[in-house]
């Protein structure tokens, strides 16, 4: 088992940035590929970005690509998103999730473990 937890979110101004941190516990001798997404409240859960097992390769989602990015430390057990150049459309509670499976995959089904997600508000 893989515990997941995000910290980082909070409320920033268009334009602006944050980093979300998310830090993995339990089994994490094994690494996993990581991924963030995020969520409107009534909507379904977004992919934003992937980054495979020893941060080789990265993956986005069209509408934050250029302006996040996904890194990794695996010695620390944490993934990051820096997120620039923020818009009120990214406002979305944002999850931190861990699979095994290939980094182009972007499906929330096939990630196994998930994080209680945190916050972001970005105002007009």
């Known amino acids: 088992q893989v515990q997941l937890g995000e910290s980082g979110g909070g409320l920033v101004q268009a334009g602006g940035s944050l980093r979300l941190s998310c830090a993995a516990s339990g089994r994490t001798d094994t690494p996993y590929t990581m991924a963030w997404f995020r969520q409107v409240s009534g909507k379904d859960r977004e992919f934003v970005a992937t980054i495979s097992k020893f941060g080789a390769n990265t993956n986005y989602a069209d509408s934050v690509k250029g302006r996040f990015i996904v890194s990794r430390d695996n010695a620390k057990n944490m993934v990051y998103l820096q997120m620039n150049s923020l818009k009120p459309e990214d406002t979305a509670v944002y999850y931190c999730?861990?699979?095994?499976?290939?980094?182009?995959?972007?499906?929330?089904?096939?990630?196994?473990?998930w994080g209680q997600g945190t916050q972001v508000t970005v105002s007009s």
């Open positions: 999730a861990a699979g095994q499976l290939p980094w182009t995959f972007v499906a929330t089904d096939r990630f196994d473990y």
